[in-house]
């Protein structure tokens, strides 16, 4: 059994996790809390964990489960803010208890999902990005008024979002304190912006987003969800 006193950050994990996979696999081990999919796309690989120091208990035997992230979402969602949440393993079941000023306990069927372990993409990144959550996002809903793809570039320590449409172009740039770029070569990269619009949704509007990518190459995404880090590797569109 595992328990949480503060169920707000791994509510959010599921949730940001549930944009894009229904199902996957929970691993529990000595370590922690860890689940890794890709979508059903094949455009984004998720990697999320949450180590067994920020459980208020955690005793739990080694093991992984197959779960519908979509039906957990719904049962974290009816969280309350001040309650805690305990989670237990049957042969056939993920036990959720929700603890505060209501007591609700659900019990949601395992699943039978791939247990291939996935291979995260090499590094060797052109260029990391440090961006404030609140200016990603706000680019982003400026990129949303003419396409559904996004070109984000590098020059020098300057960092540039793009996008084109037939109803016009956005041109964008940010050399605020809310922006920090390291580039080892200049990077231009093209996106989904609908993908990545969702991979930062659940960033708190003060978080700092990384984005590590390099030319016509998957990129790197990650940010904080409370004392974790979640990660998403993101595939390139053609320029």
Request: proline share 3%; glycine share 6%; charged share 25%.
């Amino acid at each position: 059994m595992i328990e949480l006193k503060d169920a707000a950050f791994f509510k959010s994990g599921v949730e940001a996790i549930s944009s894009f996979i229904p199902e996957g696999n929970f691993r529990f081990n000595d370590k922690g809390v860890h689940f890794r999919a890709i979508d059903p796309s094949q455009i984004l690989l998720v990697d999320f964990f949450v180590d067994k120091k920020l459980f208020g208990s955690y005793s739990i035997e080694p093991c992984f489960i197959g779960v519908n992230i979509l039906e957990l979402g719904k049962i974290l969602a009816r969280a309350l803010p001040s309650d805690s949440i305990t989670i237990d393993i049957t042969d056939s079941e993920l036990l959720v208890s929700l603890s505060g000023e209501l007591e609700r306990s659900f019990r949601l069927p395992l699943i039978d999902v791939s247990d291939e372990e996935l291979k995260l993409p090499e590094s060797g990144y052109g260029a990391h990005i440090e961006i404030n959550s609140r200016l990603l996002k706000e680019a982003l809903k400026d990129a949303s008024l003419f396409s559904s793809s996004v070109v984000i570039r590098t020059k020098g320590d300057k960092f540039f979002l793009d996008a084109k449409g037939s109803a016009g172009t956005l041109n964008s740039s940010s050399q605020s304190k809310g922006v920090k770029v390291v580039s080892k070569e200049d990077v231009v990269s093209k996106y989904s912006l609908n993908f990545l619009q969702n991979i930062i949704r659940e960033a708190d509007a003060d978080s700092i987003v990384a984005l590590e990518l390099k030319s016509d190459a998957p990129m790197k995404v990650s940010y904080k969800i409370g004392a974790s880090e979640i990660r998403f590797y993101l595939a390139h569109m053609l320029l």
